[in-house]
């Protein structure tokens, strides 16, 4: 099985279980493996474009803080109609769509991600935030009522992209300024984003991240950051206290004992 199948198998899985972010993720993992065929999709690679289709369709229907556009709805058509006829498509033009399928991706992970680290739901009925994608790659924040929070979400957003991100160093150097400024906000948009575009920084990453969730008592973003940068090479000591104050914080507000075994477990395990 193919790195662009199995991975769009993880996607399905992860998206039936509403995890969008994580689903999101798996399917640009998936569609860096991506391969053009020469004449004619395998049964196997069409089902995986097609499963891929499906999920980010239902998603632009049902996760509110998505805008849809024509550029969007057009796109997905394109890929929609090639894959209804296949005997008609026009390799080189299929394979564009694609390229440009994997930048709309990107671009709503990117939104997801920022939403989730700012603690703003995705299915919200009424937002105060959502986002758009253009042909271009550019994702842009809308407001829909103005306040302080507003504003100060938008403004951290967009600092991200205006700053030289051209080197590991240059991320590490922001994401300083951000901290020594207190604006946590972008201190994390900007840590998601390093670890992404460089993927050797993850497990430094993690523990700011595990720091800055501890820190506002996100206890199980905190705990799973942690964990995470254990399993790269952070010595558990360095953590320790944090990941069992998390775990039995998790354990102690857990709607039913299960829940709450499940965090007295993992504490048990990991350590």
């Not at 509110?64 to 057009?74: A, F, L, R």
């Not at 300024?177 to 994390?188: I, M, Q, T, W």
């Not at 575009?197 to 506002?216: D, V």
């Amino acid at each position: 099985m193919s790195k662009h199948i199995e991975f769009t198998h993880q996607a399905f899985a992860a998206y039936s279980s509403r995890n969008f972010e994580q689903a999101l993720a798996l399917l640009c993992k998936g569609l860096d493996h991506w391969e053009s065929p020469a004449h004619r999709l395998s049964n196997a690679s069409y089902n995986a474009i097609y499963d891929a289709l499906e999920m980010i369709e239902a998603l632009l229907v049902y996760v509110t803080v998505w805008e849809s556009n024509d550029y969007v709805v057009q796109l997905l058509q394109a890929i929609r109609k090639s894959l209804d006829d296949v005997k008609e498509v026009v390799w080189d033009d299929f394979q564009q769509h694609i390229e440009e399928f994997k930048v709309l991706l990107q671009g709503v992970r990117i939104g997801f991600n920022f939403f989730n680290n700012n603690n703003l739901a995705l299915l919200d009925a009424n937002p105060i935030l959502s986002f758009a994608l253009t042909e271009e790659g550019t994702i842009t924040l809308l407001k829909s009522r103005g306040n302080a929070k507003v504003d100060a979400l938008v403004e951290a957003f967009n600092a991200c992209f205006r700053a030289e991100l051209t080197s590991l160093e240059q991320c590490e150097k922001e994401i300083k300024a951000a901290l020594d400024l207190g604006d946590v906000s972008r201190a994390k948009y900007l840590l998601e984003w390093m670890m992404e575009q460089y993927p050797k920084s993850k497990k430094q990453a993690f523990l700011q991240l595990g720091h800055l969730y501890f820190e506002e008592e996100s206890y199980q973003k905190a705990a799973e950051s942690y964990m995470k940068t254990i399993v790269m090479g952070t010595p558990k000591e360095f953590v320790r206290d944090n990941v069992q104050v998390a775990c039995n914080r998790l354990a102690a507000d857990a709607s039913n004992s299960k829940e709450a075994n499940r965090w007295r477990e993992v504490l048990i395990n990991f350590f």
